[in-house]
């Protein structure tokens, strides 16, 4: 026990533990395993991951004593499988309830690393308990993950649903004698992109003033995370470079003075990179000096 609250205290100081045990790390598991149960009697030297600026924090709860946590942790470039060097392999222990996300390949973990998804993700849940009655799955933690994201907990057996953006507390009934209303089927977290938030221009303008090329442009939902480029082609829009280059900082409103402009015709367009590296431009703007 005091093993796995070191663990998950140092990745996430904030969440209230269980009561369940670990015993020993694997960076083996054991294939034939049941979701959720690792052989206890391999042992590993890695250094796992912890939880950093972008992660979701839950709970199982059967009442303020038998709980169980744990934490997806959104990491740029994580393999979604279990990775030995990013994940926290979870044990069952002798707690009333237990709770763990499912790695891509299902191996059972109390910390799972993963990369935020350019459409949408579906993490499995594995949540356990010794007797029937009613528990809740709470969020305790939603940090730094962009608006964009929407974070829904699905529910395969009462086909439901939460929005955990806007609610941090499912109530459910487990009933030991049907084994569908436990396990690693019922439950799942899924994080799936908005495209109405996305980055959108609104408009993007190239104005002649004494001091030189005045660039405006006007955009919502670009957040602190889109990269903007404006850029200027004197060959007649065969080559464009960037002049300035910048990170959005949800202000809606920017704008750049070109004070070189080159004599003759100058065309300016803007380059935009959203959250998922992809990239589009304006329309483009010819100027004369």
């Known amino acids: 026990m005091k093993q796995k609250i070191f663990v998950l205290l140092f ?26 149960i690792v052989n206890q009697n391999t042992q590993t030297t890695s250094t796992q991951t912890t939880a950093t600026s972008q992660y979701l924090g839950l709970q199982l709860a059967q009442n303020a004593i038998n709980t169980d946590a744990t934490i997806i942790n ?19 222990g002798s707690g009333m309830v237990s709770l763990s996300s499912l790695s891509s390949d299902y191996v059972a973990l ?37 608006k964009i994201f929407e974070i829904w907990l699905m529910d395969n057996y009462a086909k439901d649903s939460l929005d955990f953006r806007s609610n941090s507390t499912y109530a459910f009934n487990i009933y030991m004698s049907d084994a569908t209303s436990y396990g690693n089927q019922r439950f799942s977290i899924v994080v799936r992109q908005n495209p109405a938030l996305g980055i959108h221009l609104l408009n993007f303008t190239a104005t002649k003033v004494s001091g030189g090329a005045q660039i405006d442009w006007l955009t919502e939902n670009e957040v602190d995370y889109t990269g903007f480029s404006v850029q200027r082609s004197t060959d007649n829009g065969q080559n464009f470079t960037d002049i300035t280059s910048l990170i959005s900082s949800s202000l809606g409103t920017y704008n750049y003075l070109d004070k070189s402009p080159a004599k003759g015709t100058d065309q300016y367009r803007l380059k935009i990179q959203d959250l998922n590296g992809t990239i589009t431009y304006s329309k483009v703007i010819s100027l004369s000096y």
């Open 74 to 92: 959104f990491v740029s470039g994580a393999n979604t499988a279990y990775d030995k060097n990013e994940d926290a392999i979870y044990f069952q």
């Open 110 to 146: 109390s910390i799972n690393a993963l990369p935020l998804p350019k459409t949408s993700l579906t993490i499995g849940l594995v949540v356990n308990a010794q007797t029937d009655g009613i528990y809740k799955l709470n969020k305790t933690a939603l940090k730094a993950i962009p």
């Open 11 to 36: 990745a996430f100081s904030a969440i209230s533990l269980s009561s369940c045990v670990k015993d020993s790390i694997s960076d083996s598991p054991n294939p034939n395993a049941l979701p959720g």
